[in-house]
Structure formats: C-alpha cells, structure tokens
C-alpha cells in the first residue's frame, strides 16, 4: 500500500501499489516508512492523531525528513510500548547529545546515514570515476550537476 495525493496516474498500478488515504494505510500497515519532501504540508504530518491510528506492533521507519513526525508526540506514543520505531533524521541535525529520544526505548536511531552501505559507498566511488572518464573523453557525464536539478531538489 501506498499513500502519496501527488502520484502521477497509473505510476502506482504499474508498480503494483493500492494507493489509500493516510489514515487507511497507518490503520492496516505493520510497517510505515516515510519517503516525503518537508514542506509545509508534510511538518508533522504524523502526530498525536496519525500515531493513534497506528495498530498495536506497528514499526515506523523515517529515512525521509525528520520533519515529517511530531518527535514529541512520537516520544508519547513509543513510551507505552504500542509502537517502536527507527528514525534516520531528526527535526534537529545532528540530533543533541540531550535529546530524548537518545535514551528511549523501542527507537532505533541511525545518524542520517542509513544509505551508506559499503555497497553504496563504492557504488558511488565508481560513478564519480565514469563520469570524470567521460568528462575528459569529452563526453556528457551521466551525473551532472545542472542548476535546475539544485533548484528542484531544494
């Protein structure tokens, strides 16, 4: 399942994913990982509300922006023990030595590297040295840095 009110049509079908409403998908979902931009109709799109709809167990995994979860409110609701959760970013980078969430059980934390595998790490290594070969072969890199791409990504 997925949730996402931007899709493009037809993209979810072919991958096959049921897109449902927010409020469907954390009810029926033992797992949620969130992979949304931060703005402003995402900040804290989960939060005291969203969270009690969650089932009993449930994991929530943020690798996206730590924006998008009421960190307060997720403190609340992993101190029952109803949820756990594993959390990658945080509203405040790095996260404090003081946080709360530092000591708090069910949450794994991760610090905002949860892609730098050792696969990834040469992945990118090997990309870098294709595209400066092609560079001065005289070729367009595959990778290229354009200012259109900065200004859409921010």
Known sequence: MG?????????AEELGVKMVDLETL?????????????????????NRQTLAWLQDGAVLVNTSRGAL????ALLEEVGKGRIKAALDVFEEE??????????????????????????TIERLGWSAVEDMKR?????EPLNRLTREWVLHAT
């Open 3 to 11: 949730y996402d009110p931007y899709a493009p049509s037809g993209v």
């Open 26 to 46: 954390l009810r029926e979902s033992e797992i949620v990982s969130l992979h949304a931009g931060k703005t402003e109709e995402t900040r804290q799109m989960i």
């Open 69 to 72: 979860i009421d960190e307060e």
């Open 94 to 119: 790095p996260l404090p030595t003081d946080s709360p969430l530092r000591g708090a059980a069910n949450i794994l934390l991760s610090p905002h590297m949860a892609g730098a595998t050792l696969e």
């Open 135 to 139: 560079f001065f072969d005289g070729e």
